[in-house]
């Protein structure tokens, strides 16, 4: 997700965030069907002190979605118009849609003096962890690519997005690829709150 030309803005913004003894960045992600966005919820619902950073996207809400959570949802139009005036420290485009971290939403979480909870994508998360290695990396992992397919019909995806999306699952679920972070969470079936209370107390545990 993070684009060569604008690796050096993020590691310089980051860097400014880190350097205050009050920030700490949790990086968590998972791939389609893993339930990191639940995850992240519940982890806000249980009054974790922490300020998640909001990507702006422009894919279409779904069912209790809404501004702000989990998303700044905004047209291409949009979009396209603060691609321009160079408002993203960076951005990426996923099936179809357009999705970004802006100036403005870093500069909203680093002044709140809170943990910085962060979502993305498995290729932003390495790339975070390398520039800056004190950031703690959560993989939130289906248990298989059955579960990840069966969540991602349960919410609706069409035939052809779950064909698409079956590509990125069964790379993320490659052997090898646990290693390379921090903590790994296997979100079992009918067990979020389990799985909540493990992120939380990997956070609790790192800070």
Do not use: C
């Amino acid at each position: 997700m993070i684009k060569n030309s604008e690796a050096s803005i993020w590691y310089r913004v980051f860097i400014f965030i880190i350097m205050k003894k009050t920030f700490k960045i949790i990086v968590i992600f998972g791939t389609s069907g893993s339930g990191q966005d639940a995850v992240i919820e519940g982890l806000m619902d249980k009054g974790l002190k922490a300020v998640r950073v909001i990507t702006t996207v422009t894919r279409e809400k779904r069912p209790g979605e809404r501004w702000g959570k989990p998303y700044y949802f905004i047209s291409k139009k949009q979009f396209e118009k603060k691609l321009k005036e160079n408002k993203f420290i960076e951005w990426d485009e996923h099936y179809g849609a357009y999705y970004g971290l802006s100036y403005s939403e870093l500069e909203r979480v680093k002044k709140t003096g809170k943990i910085v909870l962060l979502k993305t994508e498995m290729r932003g998360a390495l790339t975070i962890k390398k520039k800056i290695p004190s950031a703690i990396t959560i993989f939130i992992k289906p248990p298989s690519l059955g579960a990840a397919l069966g969540r991602l019909k349960k919410r609706g995806e069409s035939a052809e997005i779950i064909k698409k999306r079956t590509a990125e699952i069964k790379n993320y679920l490659k052997a090898g690829n646990d290693d390379k972070f921090d903590f790994v969470v296997i979100n079992k079936e009918g067990k979020l709150e389990e799985t909540i209370e493990k992120v939380k107390k990997i956070i609790g545990g790192s800070i």
